[in-house]
C-alpha cells in the first residue's frame, strides 16, 4: 500500500502525456489538411509553368521529319513529362517531394491517357483523385459549401475557412467593415448602403458618428466620442478648450482638434500660457518680464541696485537668471575670491578658468 501513491503519480503523469500527444496529433492533422492541399496547388501551378517552360522545346536536334515518325513527337512525350516533374518542387521542400513521389504514377496516367478529356490538372489530380482539395467555395473532408454558397462564399464580404481544401469549418472572417456570420453586417461606424439577403455594401460614416445610416454628419446616430450635436442634429466638434476650466495643466495650453483636442507646453518664459511663443504668457516666470506683451530676459545686472556685492566679484547675465564670477585675477576659494597666486617665472596664464556661483533667484 506505501507504494500506491508514487506509482498512481506515475500513472497520472503518463495519461496526461498520452493525452497531449493525441491532442497535438488532432492539431498537426487539422493543419495536415489545409497543408497538403496548399502543397498540391504548388506542385500543379508549377506543373503548369513547366508545360509552358518546355512549349518550344524539342529533342535536341529539332523535330525533324525523322525523328517525328521514329519517335512520338517531343509535346507529348515521355522526356518532356520527366522534365516537368523534376521541376516540380524544391529540393528542400519535403512535403511536395513526398507527394510527387508518391503519386508519380498519376502524372503518367493524365499525361498519356486523361490529360484531353480533363485538361484541369489541379482539379483532376488535387481535388478528384488524391482527394486533397475542394472546389473553389467548398471545404472539409466532404467539400461541403462555405457558409454563404460555393458561389460566393461569406457572400463576398470575407474569407471562408478552408476554402479550397479539405479542412477547415467553412466559418466566415469578414472584410473590414462587415460583421455577422454571413458578413452582411457593418460594424459601428459604418453603414448598409445596399442590403439584402445575399449582398451587402458596407460604406464608411462620416467621421463624427459612431454609428449611422448615411454618410453624412446629419446621419449619424450616435456622436463619436469628442462630437456632440449641434442644432441641425448634425454631430460637430467639442471644443474642450472654450471651458473656462482648461483640461490641460498649469503650464500648458489647449489646442482644438476635430474629435480630441491636446495640451502643449507653455514656453519658457511664461508662467501659464494661452497658446505658443513667449508673447501668449498669461504671466511670465521668475528672471523674466513682461516688455509690450512679450516675456523678456530681466538684466539684473544693469539694474541700479547691486546684484553681486560680494568683493572681487563681477555680474554675468543669464536667460531668466545670473551668476556671480570672480574678477579677473581671482579664483574660487570655499566661498570666496581670493586672488589667484602668481607664477613664479612662467608667463601669466590666460586660460585659468573662471569660476561661477549660480544664483537661481532674487
Ligand atoms: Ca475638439
Redesign the pocket.
Known amino acids: 500500500m506505501l507504494s500506491a501513491g508514487p506509482q498512481r503519480l506515475l500513472l497520472l503523469l503518463l495519461l496526461s502525456c498520452v493525452t497531449l500527444v493525441l491532442l497535438f496529433q488532432v492539431v498537426d492533422a487539422k493543419r495536415d489538411l489545409t497543408g497538403a492541399c496548399v502543397t498540391c496547388q504548388q506542385i500543379t501551378d508549377n506543373f503548369n509553368k513547366g508545360l509552358e517552360r518546355t512549349v518550344k522545346q524539342n529533342f535536341g536536334g529539332g523535330n525533324t521529319a525523322w525523328e517525328e515518325r521514329k519517335l512520338s513527337k517531343y509535346e507529348t512525350s515521355e522526356i518532356r513529362l520527366m522534365e516537368i516533374v523534376e521541376g516540380l518542387c524544391d529540393s528542400s521542400s519535403f512535403e511536395c517531394n513526398r507527394m510527387v513521389e508518391e503519386h508519380e504514377e498519376h502524372f503518367e496516367t493524365w499525361w498519356f491517357k486523361r490529360k484531353a478529356k480533363h485538361p484541369d490538372l489541379h482539379k483532376w489530380f488535387c481535388i478528384e483523385t488524391i482527394k486533397v482539395c475542394c472546389p473553389k467555395g467548398t471545404f472539409g473532408p466532404h467539400c461541403n459549401s462555405c457558409v454563404g454558397g460555393s458561389d460566393r462564399p461569406c457572400h463576398g464580404n470575407g474569407m471562408c475557412d478552408g476554402d479550397g481544401t479539405r479542412g477547415g469549418n467553412g466559418k466566415c472572417s469578414c472584410d473590414h467593415g462587415y460583421k455577422g456570420e454571413f458578413c452582411l453586417d457593418c460594424i459601428d461606424g459604418y453603414f448598409n448602403e445596399v442590403r439584402n439577403d445575399t449582398f451587402s455594401l458596407c460604406t464608411e460614416c462620416d467621421t463624427s458618428c459612431k454609428t449611422c445610416t448615411g454618410a453624412t454628419n446629419q446621419e449619424c446616430d450616435e456622436c463619436k466620442e469628442?462630437w456632440e450635436e449641434d442644432d441641425q442634429e448634425a454631430c460637430v466638434?467639442?471644443?474642450?478648450c472654450a471651458n473656462d476650466s482648461s483640461p490641460c495643466e498649469e503650464d500648458q495650453y489647449c489646442l482644438?482638434?476635430?474629435?480630441?483636442?491636446s495640451c502643449k507646453a507653455c514656453d519658457s518664459v511664461c508662467s501659464g500660457c494661452t497658446g505658443a511663443g513667449p508673447d501668449k504668457c498669461q504671466a511670465c516666470a521668475s528672471g523674466y518680464q513682461d516688455t509690450e506683451g512679450t516675456c523678456t530676459d530681466i538684466d539684473e545686472c544693469s539694474q541700479p541696485e547691486a546684484v553681486c556685492i560680494e568683493e572681487h566679484r563681477e555680474c554675468i547675465n543669464t536667460k531668466g537668471s545670473y551668476t556671480c564670477i570672480c574678477s579677473s585675477g581671482y579664483e574660487e576659494q570655499d566661498g570666496e575670491c581670493v586672488q589667484t597666486p602668481q607664477p613664479e617665472k612662467e608667463e601669466e596664464s590666460e586660460s585659468s578658468e573662471t569660476t561661477t556661483t549660480p544664483h537661481g533667484e532674487l
Open positions: 469628442g466638434d467639442v471644443n474642450e482644438n482638434t476635430e474629435g480630441s483636442y
